[in-house]
């Protein structure tokens, strides 16, 4: 009898998901279909462009990447690798080849895909491929055992470490656990090998990380233009997880002393790029130190005078992506402005930044040899990236590609709306709105407020596949992605903002926010109300569960992904300490009156929303502790609760048959509170069900 309700409720709740994904007009299916372009690589010649791009296997729960070239000028594209995905194409100096990584080593094919062979064969892998200019070697990435002087020794230690029963770890350093990895053995490292093979020999020998966590921008380390010289990144400070130290080194490759060029900077320096003259070292760099959020800095390193100098002042964003002018005479880069990534322009010497690509989202700027183009990703939220091309001028903007056209024209997709509202203090603040793409301003919608994480972080009109508006959108949402304080793209002191303050003006801003979308569009129905976010968003719905007392509205249902929960016990278990201790001004017991003001977990006598509780295990920077607290303070107090743990998930839901849970999952507890059309069809289909 019990087996037959069981059967039962099952049959009940999957009717209820179809029936409610039944009104889905941009579906995780569809989301699932789209196919990921990303890092684009132009040819020494500037006639060709390399680029991968990534399509969803379902069955094998996976994203495949391939490598594709095509010209500039435009005309089909050719995929050059089949079979294991392939990723990190990048073009040997004469262009005749394209160095690439697949089955965790490094690979050269010709140009054409043609001859394609394995050039690392390091135990330990290899990853992200550098060449230096004369073509000779190649630098990559390995993970290592670091008292390891060969790779016979590492073989054998992970060949012993597979064999043995026992997985303990015995730890004696702090960090030793990154994101969704044990870090208490291994340390990564830079190699150099010859780039027709041979032995890989490694350049950033010793017991620490190049590049560091802090820093780890993907490759951060570049050969000099004479091919004498790798310069790399290391943490040279005793305790890492205090430290956002990263500082650039540079060594001879035929051996001798690494030298120090940034020692004097306390905060990160990530990302050295030689000119090509060989006079200087361009990189990006934060001046304060233990603060992952400070304004990321242009850098000049004159190799003769053994100086920097900022040549960026004034500029009030964060510089992210950066290429030189072939001349040497601009810089161009592109910085997070108003959810926009535009590109910018500057002369070597310093000045006033020109935006001369404005509405766009760019990633992965390239310059061509003569000058005069362009070459990047971008995408917008109604639309997944494609590779573009521009004058340098910013002029005749032209999508190069079109892989997800005929996909997205079908979808038809609103694009998101721009909107502005005012804060705590009187600020101005920015966000975004994104309608359903059979929008009817004479009915009436559910308002889902997404809350971004970081919090140092922003939505930006741009593709994503974790929390895509979209997907929202179009399960019958009007969706509101507000910008509040400690939002980047709005300037460096509104990011400061919320430093020693993350339920303070931010918590206003957000209110104000929903406050002023519900004013202003007649179309919301303020009795249908939701809040969801993911790490210091999922934080803010933590804060929301006990702070649900907002005499404009109420918040009928929350969803708290990877949230924040007990500030105590997240110090005492996250791993990157310096955030913490920069975020509430010193640790629990320096400061405990900051913790305790703004953990969640103090107001637990205020928690009566309905609430779905999202934690993966492998998640090292917000533990899988803080959801457990959570979900057992709610259901203690007989709230409405559900936990879904990804015990393969880290921080986010990579896997695309988790994604597509976690999408479901969702919205049927969005639908179950916000959605009564939803509910009735369901209760309809569920009679017609059992009557037949």
């Known amino acids: 009898m019990k087996r037959s309700v069981a059967v039962i409720t099952v049959l009940l709740v999957g009717l209820c998901s179809l029936a409610a994904a039944q009104n889905r007009t941009y579906t995780i299916e569809d989301l699932l279909k789209v196919r990921r372009v990303a890092d684009p690589q132009l040819s020494p010649d500037g006639k060709r462009v390399a680029f991968t791009i990534g399509d969803v296997n379902f069955d094998a729960n996976r994203v495949v990447n391939h490598i594709y070239v095509m010209s ?9 690798t089949t079979g294991d995905r392939a990723t990190t194409p990048r073009w040997s100096p004469d262009g005749k080849k394209i160095a690439y990584v697949t089955g965790g080593q490094v690979w050269v094919m010709d140009a054409d895909g043609d001859d394609k062979k394995q050039i690392t064969k390091i135990s330990t892998g290899a990853a992200f491929p550098v060449w230096s200019p004369d073509g000779k070697w190649i630098a990559f990435r390995s993970d290592v055992y670091p008292d390891c002087k060969n790779d016979e020794c590492n073989k054998e230690r992970d060949e012993h470490a597979a064999k043995s029963k026992v997985k303990a770890h015995i730890v004696t350093r702090l960090l030793y656990k990154h994101w969704d990895e044990w870090r208490d053995v291994k340390r990564t490292h830079v190699f150099v090998m010859p780039s027709h093979g041979g032995t890989a020999q490694d350049v950033t020998p010793g017991d620490f990380d190049s590049p560091p966590y802090a820093a780890d921008s993907g490759v951060d380390y570049a050969f000099s233009p004479d091919s004498s010289e790798i310069a790399y990144l290391r943490n040279p400070d005793k305790v890492e997880a205090i430290s956002t130290n990263s500082d650039i080194f540079v060594r001879p490759l035929a051996g001798g002393p690494a030298k120090n060029i940034t020692i004097r900077n306390r905060g990160y320096d990530v990302g050295p790029i030689y000119t090509r003259d060989g006079k200087f070292i361009l990189y990006r760099s934060q001046a304060t130190a233990g603060f992952e959020a400070d304004r990321w800095r242009l850098m000049a390193y004159n190799r003769a005078t053994g100086t920097s100098v900022e040549l960026t002042k004034g500029f009030d ?9 072939p001349d040497g005479e601009f810089i161009y880069f592109t910085a997070g402005d108003r959810g926009k990534s535009p590109i910018f322009r500057i002369p070597f010497t310093g000045g006033v930044p020109e935006k001369i690509v404005a509405e ?10 003569d000058g005069k183009t362009l070459v990047f990703a971008s995408s917008s939220m109604s639309s997944p990236a494609e590779i573009y091309t521009a004058n340098a001028d910013g002029t005749d903007l032209t999508a190069l590609t079109s892989v997800n056209s005929n996909l997205m024209s079908s979808a038809n997709l609103k694009p998101a709306e721009e909107v502005e509202w005012t804060g705590a203090a009187g600020k101005k603040i920015h966000g975004f709105i994104v309608k359903p793409t059979n929008f009817d301003a004479s009915k009436k919608y559910p308002l889902l407020v997404l809350i971004h994480g970081g919090p140092q972080s922003a939505w930006n009109d741009n593709w994503g596949y974790r929390w895509n508006p979209q997907v929202f959108a179009n399960a019958g949402y009007v969706v509101f992605a507000p910008n509040p304080r400690g939002s980047t793209g709005y300037g460096q002191q509104f990011v400061n903002e919320i430093s020693g303050d993350w339920a303070g003006k931010v918590f206003i801003d957000l209110m104000n926010g929903v406050a002023d979308v519900l004013r202003r569009n007649s179309f919301i129905d303020r009795n249908r109300i939701g809040a969801a976010g993911a790490s210091y968003g999922g934080y803010m719905v933590n804060w929301i569960l006990g702070h649900n007392n907002d005499p404009r509205f109420r918040f009928k249902v929350l969803v708290s992904h990877d949230g924040v929960y007990n500030l105590e016990s997240m110090y005492a278990t996250t791993e990157e300490l310096w955030f913490p201790e920069w975020e509430f001004k010193g640790t629990p017991w320096t400061n405990p009156a900051m913790y305790s003001r703004w953990s969640p977990h103090k107001f637990v006598q205020n928690f009566n929303t309905p609430i779905l509780i999202i934690h993966g295990e ?23 609760s559900k936990i879904l743990i990804f015990p393969d998930e880290g921080h986010w839901v990579l896997k695309p048959q988790n994604s597509h849970l976690w999408f479901n999952t969702v919205l049927d507890w969005l639908d179950k509170y916000l959605q009564p059309t939803s509910a009735t069809e369901s209760q309809r289909t569920t009679k017609s069900t059992n009557n037949k």
């Open 72 to 80: 500039v000028d435009g005309g089909e594209m050719k995929q050059l």
């Open 317 to 325: 964003l964060q510089v992210n992506h950066l290429v030189v002018s």
């Open 360 to 369: 766009v989202f760019a990633t992965d700027v390239r310059i061509s040899p």
């Open 618 to 640: 492998l998640d090292y920077r917000v533990p899988i502790g803080e959801g457990m607290q959570l979900f057992t303070a709610v259901q203690r107090k007989g709230v409405d």
